[in-house]
């Protein structure tokens, strides 16, 4: 059964950027870009490396590790060695909280 789950308050984002957050136990990245947030796992699924540590340009994060790339909007890997989509979850703003379906 998945819940909506509070993430961070709207105005403690990073603009244009990732900001990790923790909800419900899991370890998240929100993506703040010219279309939405968006939100995946923190966790890249080539190496474990933390994506929130990565660079963020638009709608593609790049591993720190290897610089491995997604595309936040659907999670699809764009950018070798990452070749499988990563984990992504909806994301809405409730009262100028964002929250995560978790
Ligand atoms: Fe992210 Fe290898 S750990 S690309």
Redesign the pocket.
């Known amino acids: 059964e998945k819940a909506w789950g509070d993430a961070i308050p709207v105005a403690e984002l990073e603009k244009g950027w990732v900001t990790r957050v923790k909800v419900g136990g899991r370890l998240l990245a929100i993506y703040d870009t010219p279309s939405g947030l968006f939100a995946s796992a923190a966790l890249?699924n080539?190496?474990?490396?933390d994506l929130c540590d990565g660079y963020f340009d638009g709608h593609v994060i790049e591993?720190p590790?290897?610089?491995?790339a997604f595309d936040v909007r659907n999670g699809r890997a764009v950018g070798a060695?990452?070749v499988r989509a990563m984990l992504t979850y909806e994301v809405r703003v409730e009262g100028g909280m964002v929250q995560v379906l978790v």
Do not use: K, T, Y
């Open positions: 890249c080539h190496g474990g490396a591993c590790l290897h610089q491995g060695p990452a």
